[in-house]
């Protein structure tokens, strides 16, 4: 269950929102009502970023698109007159 917690609650009861964190999910962290962070267990954030290794060349080259054809001309329109 995500919970909600705001800033001031989080700072005073922080390992409580750990703990949760790791037990229950992520908990969002508010600011003036606004959301602010999210807190994540690490094993939750490992999970996250696992498998976002490389380069953006490597996530084309890997993509479902990779091959397609591309059209890289441009338009020869030169826009619209204007009077200044």
Same mark, same amino acid.
Not at 4 to 24: F, G, T
Not at 43 to 56: A, H, K, P, Q, S
Not at 68 to 78: A, G, K, V
């Given at each position: 269950?995500?919970?909600?917690?705001?800033?001031? =609650?989080?700072?005073?009861?922080?390992?409580?929102?750990? =703990?949760?964190?790791?037990?229950?999910?992520?908990?969002?962290?508010?600011?003036?009502?606004?959301?602010?962070?999210?807190?994540?267990?690490?094993?939750? !954030?490992?999970?996250?970023?696992?498998?976002?290794?490389?380069?953006?060349?490597?996530?084309?080259?890997?993509?479902?698109?990779?091959?397609?054809?591309?059209? !890289?001309?441009?338009?020869? =329109?030169?826009?619209?007159?204007? =009077?200044?």
């Amino acid at each position: 269950m995500n919970a909600i917690w705001p800033l001031q =609650d989080a700072k005073n009861r922080l390992s409580e929102v750990v =703990d949760r964190a790791a037990s229950e999910g992520p908990q969002t962290i508010t600011r003036r009502g606004r959301e602010a962070a999210v807190l994540l267990s690490a094993e939750d !954030f490992r999970n996250l970023i696992r498998g976002r290794t490389g380069d953006l060349v490597s996530f084309f080259r890997k993509s479902p698109l990779a091959g397609e054809p591309l059209d !890289f001309s441009r338009s020869q =329109d030169t826009g619209r007159e204007v =009077d200044l």
